[in-house]
Nanobody, 122 residues
Framework: QAQLVESGGGLVQAGGSLRLSCAASGRTFTGYAMGWFRQAPGKEREFVAATSWSGGSTAYADSVKGRFTISRDNAENTVYLQMISLRPEDTAVYYC???????????????WGQGTQVTVSS
């Protein structure tokens, strides 16, 4: 059974950094784009960043451009989200996803992780 497991979340002060990881298992994800989404309390889930299978194509939400970097290691079936200069408004549950559709849209993904909490204090 396909499984995505996020890790690396936590509590950090504004201006700090975190690196999220997402380990994929249970099936082959060859050709799948990988993405990160987040959902803050009372808000809808929103796109954060995504990368194509090769890593040659990436996309970012405007709110995180220049601060977040997505990368993947296909040999390790893992995708990362490096986050720097974190802000209180980045506080959310961060979800990893895998899919073959539009990789900037939630409906483009078939598989989702359970999420990891990121809390940025001011």
């Amino acid at each position: 059974q396909a499984q995505l497991v996020e890790s690396g979340g936590g509590l950090v002060q504004a201006g700090g950094s975190l690196r999220l990881s997402c380990a994929a298992s249970g099936r082959t994800f060859t050709g799948y784009a990988m993405g990160w989404f987040r959902q803050a309390p009372g808000k809808e889930r929103e796109f954060v960043a995504a990368t194509s299978w090769s890593g040659g194509s990436t996309a970012y939400a405007d709110s995180v451009k220049g601060r977040f970097t997505i990368s993947r290691d296909n040999a390790e079936n893992t995708v990362y989200l490096q986050m720097i200069s974190l802000r209180p408004e980045d506080t959310a549950v961060y979800y990893c996803a895998a899919g073959r559709g539009d990789f900037t849209r939630a409906y483009g993904y078939n598989y989702w992780g359970q999420g990891t909490q990121v809390t940025v204090s001011s």
